[in-house]
């Protein structure tokens, strides 16, 4: 038996750009470009061919902790830099993504008056504490209003992508079964000579799972175990 594993790559900023509209970030997916290069040439001001693994990775932390509502405080203590710092990266990052800013105001502003945000799907999460005049619950409540509708969609996209999956399998009376899902990660066994016919029932099957403004990619790998 094979397995195989099927990831999608870089799901909760292709979530982002689509429920933000921002133009860079839209256009750089759309583009099949480097998302974490392209952030880290502009925070860093060089050239896409200048960027440095070490410039990538900070532009990578930027990017996610952008996704889960990250201070310059947080960020300062994961790369290890001053606050300052930080927040200069913070400052470039929505100079490039103004969309970005623009999508966390206002979905920070509706979870005022509403009392809950909502997932693209529907699926609603309250968030009784956003008006706390406790600070440290309020800016806790703001992260997850910012972070609920992207992580959230996402876990829905992953639910309707292994429904898809077992569907499309079973009509073509396949034996390749799901395993397991991990975040975004769906793992599969087949016997080897389902390998060909599967890979693309699984992967048409997980970048077809939802219509978004930007293509959901899938990436695949196969092995004879896990480690692998």
Do not use: W
């Not at 395993?179 to 992967?203: G, Y």
Request: charged share 25%.
């Amino acid at each position: 038996m094979i397995f195989l594993s099927a990831d999608y790559s870089q799901i909760d900023l292709r979530v982002l750009a689509h429920y933000s509209g921002d133009t860079a970030l839209a256009g750089a997916f759309l583009a099949g470009e480097d998302i974490h290069a392209r952030t880290a040439a502009e925070i860093f001001g060089v050239s896409p061919l200048l960027v440095t693994s070490e410039m990538r990775r900070v532009a990578k932390s930027i990017n996610f902790g952008i996704v889960y509502g990250m201070s310059s405080f947080g960020l300062a203590n994961q790369l290890d830099i001053g606050r300052k710092e930080a927040q200069r990266f913070i400052e470039r990052y929505f100079a490039l993504y103004t969309g970005v800013q623009r999508f966390m105001e206002e979905i920070v502003a509706k979870a005022r008056i509403c009392g809950y945000v909502t997932t693209l799907l529907g699926r609603r999460r309250s968030i009784p504490e956003i008006n706390s005049k406790n600070k440290v619950q309020r800016e806790f409540s703001e992260r997850t209003a910012i972070n609920t509708p992207i992580q959230g969609t996402a876990a829905d996209i992953i639910k309707l992508a292994m429904i898809e999956c077992r569907r499309a399998l079973t009509v073509k009376g396949l034996m390749a079964r799901m395993l397991l899902q991990i975040h975004d990660e769906l793992v599969f066994e087949m016997p080897e000579e389902e390998v060909d016919t599967a890979t693309p029932i699984i992967r048409a099957a997980m970048e077809n799972a939802i219509k978004l403004d930007v293509p959901l990619t899938v990436n695949l790998q196969v092995g004879r175990n896990l480690a692998k």
